[in-house]
C-alpha cells in the first residue's frame, strides 16, 4: 500500500499508527506456529479511531486484525492487514452494578485486574484461563475463553450480557438479550444492523437448517465448544422453535475471534466470589489410562476445578527457575496426575467434601499417591498448572509440542475411549504426544511433538490434525474447546460441522461484514493451516558465533526461539513477579521479553549483514531492558533477555565501535580506584552543584541524579586491627569484596566484618572485581578474564568446601550465572557457583543449621520493610533475606511487593533512561516506602536499589547486613 495513504490515516486519529519494520515484525506473530508480517499497527485511543479504521479499511480493502495480549495459540490475531492493538489505550472499567451483578467495561481490561477491582464488592469474573494476569476481556469474549473454573461458573459467552459494536461500514450497534417482539422491531431498521436481524431470522427459522445445525454440531453436553460460529446456541429462542423467551446475538458473537463486528463495551454477568476456604487432592498415577478413567468417578462431586498434567510437562517444570519450587507436592514420577479442587464456606462443610471426595479415590485403586493441599500451597500447584503451556517451550532443539490438536473437547463419557483411540493414532506416527487437560470439562490439550522447520513434519502437522479432526468428528466433540479455531483450524470447520452447515457460516460472515475487513482468513475463507509458518521450511540455519555459550539451548537462535509467545511477560506491575519493567512503564509490545526475543529472531534469521547483530531495531529493542533478570526465572521458557542483551551490545559495539559513556561505566571501577587516592575531594567535586553538573553533563547522566560517594576504608586493615581472633577452621569463610563495596559502600563491607567475627566466623577477604560492570555494558572479553582471574583464585577454596559470600548481589551472583557461559572448565565453574552464597543465603543456612540464634540478638522491637534486588528474585530466593532479619524475635518484617526499583546499574543515571528509570520506582516500590513511618527500617540489599530509594524517596535503605549487625547483642 503507498505509504502515504498510511501516513494520512495516522494524522487523522487521535492515537497512533505505525508501519516501520519493528512494529510490523513484533506484530507479525502470537503464540501460535504461524508469521505474517501486518501492513501496520494502531493503537486506538476511541471508538472514533475504529471507525476511522473501518472506513479505511472498507475503502482499500484492508483487513483488520483485533488483537488484546496476543496469546492466542490458533493464530486468530496476526494477518496481513492492519493490526488493532486495544491493550493501549481501551482499557477502562466504565460502570460497576454491584446490586445487579454487572459490570461494564472496555476490551482491554485484563481478567485478573478486573477481578481485584470486584474483590471488595464480594463479586468475581468466573472464567479464569491460564494466562489470566495478562489476557484481556475483549481476547476472552472474542475466544469465548473458559480456563480451570468452567465446571463451576461457565464459559465466557455464559457471561456476555451485552456488547457495543462496531459494524463493517462504520456504524454502531448494541446487541443484548431482546424478546421476539423487541427482535423484530429489530429487523425493521434501516441500517446494516437491521440487515443482520433480519437475514438471521430468514435462516434459522428453516427446518432444515435448523435440523442440519442439531445434527451435526458438537454434543450439547460439551459445554466447551467453540467451533465455527454458535448459530446452535442461537436456536434456543422461541422464535426458533427453542425454550427460551430472549435472544441474544452476544451469544454469535462471544467466540467469532473478531470477524464480525469491533466491540468497544462488554457488560458481564459475575458471580459471588469463590467460597473461602479450599483443599486441594492431586492424584498420582503411574499410566495415563488410569488417571483417565478417575475422572468420572470423581466429577461426580462438586469440583471447583479438575485439571491433569502429564510426564512431559512435569519434567519442563524441572528446568524452570521459578517452578520448580512450586512441584513440591510431587511424589515419584508420575506417569500423570489430577489435580481436584474442593470449597466451601466452612470448615465442616469442606472437610466432609474432601472426605466423600477421598472415599471415591480410594474405591478407584488407581492413583498411588494423593497428597492435600491446603492455602498457599494450592496458589503454587495452580500456578505451577497454569504455566504448563508456557513451559512447553524449555524443550531444547527445534521439535515443540505444536499446538494443533490442542483444543478438543468430548463428552466426559467419551474421554476414555476417545484419548485410547488418538493414542493409537500418534502411535501410528511414532508420537509421544503431550496430555495436558481441563479433564473435568472433557477438554484436553493434546500436543504432538515436531519440528516445524522440516518440510517432512509440516506434512505431518497436517496429517495428524486432519484425523484428530476426523476422531473428534466421530465423537461428536468440538474441535475447538477454548482456543478458538484461528488459522491452525478453521479450514477443518467444513469437516466438522458439515458442507451446508460451512455455508451458512459464510452467508452469516457475509451479512454482517460484506467486505471481509474483520480478520480476514479466520472461521471463514481459511488461511491454509500449514502455510505462512513462524519458520521457512529447510531453510538453512545461520552460522552465529557468539562470545557467551549459549549450547543449553543449541545456539543463540534458538535460545530466542525458546520464546513460544504465550506473553508471560505482558503482566502488569499489578500482578506477582518482575517481568518485565520496562513493559510495566510503557506498556510498549517492544519492551517486553517476547518483543525483545522476537526482534533477535528476526533480525538474526533475516539479516543480510555480515554480523548480524548489527541492527538499529535490535538496539531499540534492548534499550529498556534494565537486564533485571526477571525474565530468567518467570518467563516458562527461560528466556533470559538480559544475557542476549550482553551478546548483543557486545557484537553490536564490535561493528560500530564503543561510545564514551558506556566505557566510563564499564571500566568505572577503575575511576573508582583513582576517586578513592582522594576520596574528600573526589566527594567534594561530586557533590558540587557546577562540579557535578559539568561531570553528569560531559557523562551524559541526568542532572537529577546524584552521584555516589567514594570510600578508602582499608578492610584489611580494618579486619586486622578490630578482630585478633584463633583460625576456627570449621567456621571459615571467603568474604568477598566485589567492586562496589570496595569503593562505594565500604561500610557495608565493615559491617559484615563485624557481624561475621561477632557470630564466630574466621573471616578471609578475597579482593576481585566481579566483571558486572563490563557485562552489563556489552565489554565481555573484558568480563570473562576478570572472571578467568577470579576463578583462578577462588578455586582453591572451592575445593576445600570453603564457602565465598557475597555482599552485593549482582556481583557473586555473576559467579553462578554468566561465568557459567564462559566456555570455562565446567569442573572449576561448578565448583565455585555452588561454593558462592550471597550473605544472607549463608546466614540463613546457619539459622537452619543452628549455629546462629535469636538469643545472639537484641530483644528490642522493629518494623523492616525489605527490598530484594532482582538478581537474587532471579537466581536465589528473597526468602533467606526475610529469614535472616526474622531472627531478632521483636522484629516485624515484611518484604515490598515490588519489582525492579529502576535503576539496574548504569540505566538509571543515564540522562535518556532517568524519567523511566523513576516511573518505574514509582509504580510500586516508592510509593510503599513513602507511606511507612519514619520509624520503619527500610533495607535493601542491592547499591543501586539504595541508591534509587534514596533518590527517590529521601529515604536511606539499609543493607540487611547492617541491620543485622545494629541488631547483635553479643561483642
Known amino acids: 500500500m503507498d505509504k502515504n495513504l498510511l501516513k494520512d490515516l495516522e494524522s487523522s486519529l487521535e492515537g497512533t499508527l505505525h508501519f516501520d519494520k519493528l512494529s510490523r515484525a513484533l506484530y507479525a506473530t502470537d503464540a501460535s506456529v504461524y508469521r505474517k508480517v501486518p501492513m501496520a499497527v494502531t493503537f486506538p485511543k476511541g471508538k472514533n479511531d475504529i471507525i476511522k479504521l473501518i472506513l479505511f479499511a472498507k475503502q482499500h480493502h484492508v483487513g483488520l486484525i483485533p488483537r ?9 490475531c496476526v494477518g496481513d492487514g492492519i493490526v488493532v492493538d486495544v491493550s493501549k489505550h481501551l482499557t477502562k472499567i466504565i460502570q460497576l452494578d454491584v446490586e445487579g451483578k454487572t459490570v461494564t467495561v472496555q476490551p482491554g481490561v485484563i481478567r485478573d485486574e478486573l477481578n481485584e477491582y470486584l474483590k471488595e464488592y464480594g463479586l468475581f469474573f468466573g472464567p479464569n484461563t491460564s494466562t489470566s494476569n495478562r489476557c484481556m476481556i475483549g481476547g476472552m469474549v472474542g475466544n469465548n475463553s473458559s480456563g480451570t473454573t468452567s465446571i463451576q461458573y461457565g464459559v465466557t459467552r455464559d457471561k456476555v450480557i451485552s456488547l457495543k459494536t462496531i459494524l463493517s461500514d462504520g456504524s454502531q450497534a448494541s446487541f443484548k438479550s431482546v424478546t421476539p417482539s423487541e427482535y423484530r422491531k429489530k429487523m425493521n431498521l434501516n441500517t446494516l444492523e437491521g440487515s443482520i436481524y433480519r437475514e438471521l431470522f430468514t435462516e434459522l427459522q428453516n427446518k432444515k437448517i435448523q435440523q442440519n445445525i442439531k445434527e451435526e454440531f458438537p454434543k450439547s453436553s460439551i459445554h466447551r465448544r467453540n467451533t465455527g460460529y454458535a448459530i446452535d446456541e442461537l436456536l434456543h429462542s422461541s ?17 467469532s475471534e473478531g470477524t464480525l463486528a469491533f466491540t468497544t463495551e462488554i457488560t458481564l454477568q459475575l458471580d459471588d466470589s469463590p467460597p473461602p476456604l479450599a483443599a486441594m487432592v492431586v492424584t498420582h498415577y503411574k499410566t495415563l489410562e488410569d488417571c483417565l478413567q478417575d475422572v468420572v468417578p470423581v466429577m461426580k462431586h462438586n469440583l471447583h476445578l479438575c485439571e491433569m498434567m502429564d510426564k512431559v510437562i512435569l519434567d519442563c517444570t524441572k528446568n524452570n527457575r521459578e517452578q520448580l519450587s512450586n512441584r513440591f507436592f510431587v511424589q515419584g514420577d508420575p506417569a500423570a496426575l489430577l489435580m481436584l479442587e474442593l470449597k466451601d464456606d466452612s470448615e465442616d462443610g469442606l472437610e466432609g467434601n474432601l472426605q466423600k471426595l477421598l472415599k471415591t479415590i480410594e474405591a478407584s485403586g488407581l492413583s498411588y499417591a494423593n497428597p492435600i493441599l491446603r492455602g498457599n500451597d494450592i496458589i503454587k500447584a495452580i500456578a505451577l498448572r497454569k504455566a504448563g503451556l508456557g513451559l512447553l517451550g524449555n524443550m531444547v532443539g527445534d521439535r515443540k509440542a505444536v499446538a494443533c490438536i490442542e483444543d478438543t473437547a468430548v463428552a466426559l463419557d467419551d474421554l476414555n475411549d476417545f484419548i485410547g483411540e488418538f493414542t493409537q493414532i500418534m502411535k501410528g506416527y511414532g508420537q509421544d504426544a503431550v496430555y ?29 490434525t486432519t484425523d484428530v479432526a476426523k476422531l473428534t468428528k466421530k465423537y461428536g466433540g468440538s474441535f475447538s474447546g477454548e482456543h478458538g479455531d484461528g488459522i491452525v483450524r478453521a479450514e477443518f470447520i467444513p469437516m466438522m460441522l458439515g458442507e451446508d452447515n460451512y455455508k451458512l457460516l459464510t452467508r452469516i460472515k457475509s451479512y454482517f461484514d460484506p467486505d471481509h475487513i474483520f480478520n480476514p482468513g479466520k472461521i471463514v475463507d481459511a488461511y491454509p493451516m500449514d502455510e505462512s509458518l513462524r519458520y ?3 531453510r538453512k540455519e545461520p552460522e552465529i558465533k557468539t562470545i557467551f555459550d549459549f549450547s543449553d539451548s543449541e545456539g543463540i537462535l534458538k535460545a530466542a526461539e525458546k520464546c513460544n509467545g504465550s506473553g508471560d511477560c505482558r503482566k502488569t506491575h499489578l500482578a506477582a513477579g518482575g517481568m518485565c519493567p520496562s513493559y510495566h512503564a510503557t506498556k510498549n509490545e517492544k519492551d517486553t521479553t517476547r518483543g525483545r526475543a522476537n526482534s533477535l529472531r528476526e533480525v538474526l534469521t533475516n539479516s543480510a549483514e555480515t554480523n548480524r547483530f548489527n541492527s538499529y531495531d535490535l538496539k531499540e ?8 533478570k526477571a525474565c530468567a526465572s518467570e518467563c516458562p521458557s527461560n528466556v533470559d533477555v538480559a544475557t542476549l542483551k550482553s551478546e548483543f551490545l557486545y557484537q553490536y559495539q564490535e561493528a560500530n565501535g564503543y561510545k564514551f559513556r558506556n566505557k566510563l561505566f564499564a571500566f568505572n571501577t577503575r575511576l573508582n580506584a583513582l576517586g578513592s587516592i582522594a576520596p574528600k575531594i573526589t566527594n567534594t567535586i561530586y557533590n558540587s552543584r557546577i562540579l557535578g553538573y559539568l561531570i553528569k553533563k560531559i557523562s551524559g547522566i541526568a542532572s537529577e541524579r546524584s552521584l555516589p560517594n567514594i570510600s578508602n576504608i582499608n578492610l584489611n586493615k580494618y579486619l586486622q586491627n578490630t578482630y585478633k581472633q584463633e583460625v576456627n577452621k570449621e567456621k571459615e569463610v571467603i568474604l568477598y569484596i566485589d567492586e562496589f563495596t570496595r569503593y562505594l559502600d565500604t561500610d557495608v563491607g565493615k559491617d559484615a566484618v563485624d557481624l561475621l567475627c561477632a557470630l564466630g566466623y574466621s573471616v578471609h577477604l578475597f579482593y576481585g572485581e566481579s566483571g558486572r560492570t563490563y557485562i552489563s555494558k556489552g565489554f565481555l572479553n573484558e568480563a570473562k578474564k576478570l572472571a578467568d582471574k577470579n576463578m583462578a583464585s577462588l578455586f582453591k577454596y572451592a575445593q576445600k568446601g570453603t564457602p565465598i559470600l557475597g555482599i552485593e548481589p549482582s556481583a557473586i551472583l555473576t559467579f553462578r550465572d554468566e561465568y557459567k557461559r564462559f566456555h570455562f572448565e565446567t569442573e572449576k565453574v561448578d565448583a565455585i557457583a555452588s561454593a558462592s552464597y550471597l550473605i544472607e543465603e549463608f546466614l540463613a543456612k ?21 527490598h530484594v534486588h532482582c538478581h537474587q528474585k532471579a537466581l536465589s530466593d528473597q526468602k533467606v533475606t526475610f529469614d535472616v532479619l526474622n531472627l531478632p524475635e521483636n522484629y516485624k518484617v515484611s518484604i515490598i511487593s515490588s519489582g525492579c526499583c529502576g535503576m539496574a546499574g548504569s540505566f538509571g543515571y543515564e540522562k535518556e533512561h532517568y524519567s523511566i528509570s523513576m516511573q518505574i520506582g514509582e509504580l510500586k516500590l516508592f510509593p510503599s516506602i513513602r507511606k511507612s513511618e519514619e520509624s520503619v527500617i527500610i533495607a535493601a540489599n542491592g547499591t543501586s536499589c539504595r541508591h534509587q530509594i534514596l533518590d527517590g524517596t529521601k529515604r536511606k535503605a539499609l543493607h540487611p547486613l547492617t541491620i543485622l549487625k545494629n541488631a547483635l547483642c553479643i561483642n
Open 621 to 628: 529493542v534492548f534499550d529498556l531492558c534494565l537486564s533485571c
Open 239 to 255: 422464535l426458533f422453535g427453542g425454550h427460551e423467551d430472549e435472544i441474544n446475538i452476544c451469544k454469535l458473537l462471544s467466540g
Open 68 to 76: 488484546t495480549a496476543g496469546t492466542s495459540l490458533a493464530g486468530q
Open 436 to 464: 495436558y487437560a481441563h479433564a473435568g470439562a472433557g477438554e484436553l490439550h493434546l500436543r504432538p511433538i515436531l519440528n516445524l522447520k522440516r518440510a517432512d513434519d509440516v506434512s505431518l502437522f497436517r496429517s495428524i
Open 846 to 866: 546457619e539459622i537452619k543449621n543452628g549455629n546462629i540464634r535469636k538469643e545472639q540478638f537484641t530483644k528490642s522491637a522493629a518494623t523492616i520493610k525489605i
Open 536 to 538: 521457512e521450511i529447510e
